[in-house]
Structures are given as structure tokens and as C-alpha cells.
């Protein structure tokens, strides 16, 4: 599961704790291990491991959570690559609403069926999808989704392509603990400048 701020609690949470309750290891990367990230609302979540320290082969699937979160996916390089190589290495891949900015961003759509949210069905067809105005679509190992409301046909998808996935053995993965679920305070997103005299600004989220 890719997290960035700005996600969308239900599209990360929903997946994350059917995973758990299916007997999955669920596993939350971000761009470092133990940031805090904050959902639109304020939901909270922790990186378990960083994105530089995983590769395709240590995971069956990726899913990538929608809301305003891909558009701070898109601009970390690891993260892209991380999606484009599983789908290179034909691994499953689950995205959901505005996710598939990072699919475009990735160019791993062009000339396959995908959905999204409607806002940005163009700039799946500027990046060579076929867009459709459909709940769930897959496509191969590809399984896109458009909104919350589609979650449980979404997860049925994912837990369908985790059931074909080829079962082999896993690199070890850097130890984590498992990001807490239950909310005792919002994480507060900030911003703050990416360099001394920069006009460009990256936002990190605290506890507030």
C-alpha cells in the first residue's frame, strides 16, 4: 500500500484492514520508514518501511490509494518506478479514484481498459488509456476502481489476483511495526520550504 498525504482514509484503511482480516501482511510504504502521513480529513497513518528499501519481487501486489495523495506519488521517482516495474514484471496492481495519475505519470496504461474517478479520465486518455465509465475494470493483472463506494467489488478483485499470484519466496523486508488504525488525534499536514530560498514547498503532516 503507497502512502502520501492527502490520501483518502477509506480507499487506504478499507484494503488495509480486509488484508489483515484475510490473513494478508499488508504492508504501508512511504517515501521514509515512520513518517506520518495525513489522510484529507486528518486520518492519520505510518510508514512501515520506505520505498527505497523495497523492490517488486518483496511483494505479491500494489495497491495505490486515491484522494489527493497520487499527485504527490507521482513526483517521487521510486515510487513510480516501484509501480511500473510490477506491472513490467506482470505483478498485480490495484489503484483506485485519482490513483491513476501515478499509472500516468508510470506509462503503464497505454492501449489497456482502466477507470478512475471521472475528474481525471483525461489524463488516463492523454496517457493512452482506454478509459471506462465503469466501477471496477480489469485488465490483466490491472484492476482499477473509481470511488469509495466500489471498495468491496475492488477488494474482491484484489483478493482474487492474490489467490492466482505464483506463491515464492520473499526477501525479508526491513523490520517495522505495524501502523496503528485507530484515530486518538488528526495528523495536521504543514508545509514547509524544499530548500533555503526555495519557492517550492513539501507538505509533512504532525500530530496535532
Known amino acids: 500500500m503507497l502512502a502520501e498525504n492527502l490520501y483518502q482514509e477509506l480507499e487506504l484503511w478499507y484494503p488495509v484492514l480486509r488484508l489483515r482480516e484475510a490473513g494478508a501482511t499488508p504492508v504501508i510504504v512511504g517515501t521514509t520508514a515512520g513518517e506520518l502521513y495525513a489522510s484529507k480529513i486528518g486520518y492519520p497513518v505510518v510508514a512501515e518501511v520506505a520505498v527505497a528499501d523495497v523492490t517488486p519481487d518483496h511483494f505479491d501486489a500494489v495497491i495505490v490509494p486515491g484522494g489527493f495523495a497520487p499527485e504527490y506519488l507521482r513526483r517521487n521517482p521510486a515510487m513510480v518506478e516501484l509501480v511500473r516495474a510490477s506491472i513490467e514484471q506482470d505483478k498485480p496492481v490495484a489503484a483506485i479514484c485519482h490513483a491513476g495519475w501515478l499509472l500516468a505519470t508510470a506509462e503503464v496504461i497505454k492501449d489497456r481498459r482502466v477507470t478512475s474517478v471521472a475528474t481525471i479520465k483525461d489524463d488516463v486518455r492523454h496517457a493512452g488509456g ?79
Open 130 to 208: 482506454t478509459w471506462l465509465d465503469q466501477p471496477v475494470v480489469t485488465d490483466g493483472r490491472l484492476l482499477t476502481a473509481q470511488l469509495p463506494n466500489d471498495l468491496p467489488d475492488f477488494m474482491i478483485g484484489v483478493l482474487k489476483l492474490l489467490a492466482e499470484a505464483e506463491a515464492v519466496p520473499r526477501p525479508p523486508l526491513p523490520e517495522y511495526p505495524p501502523s496503528p488504525a485507530g484515530y486518538r488525534q488528526p495528523a495536521v499536514l504543514k508545509n514547509r520550504a524544499a530548500g533555503p530560498g526555495s519557492a517550492n514547498y513539501r507538505g509533512y503532516a504532525e500530530l496535532g
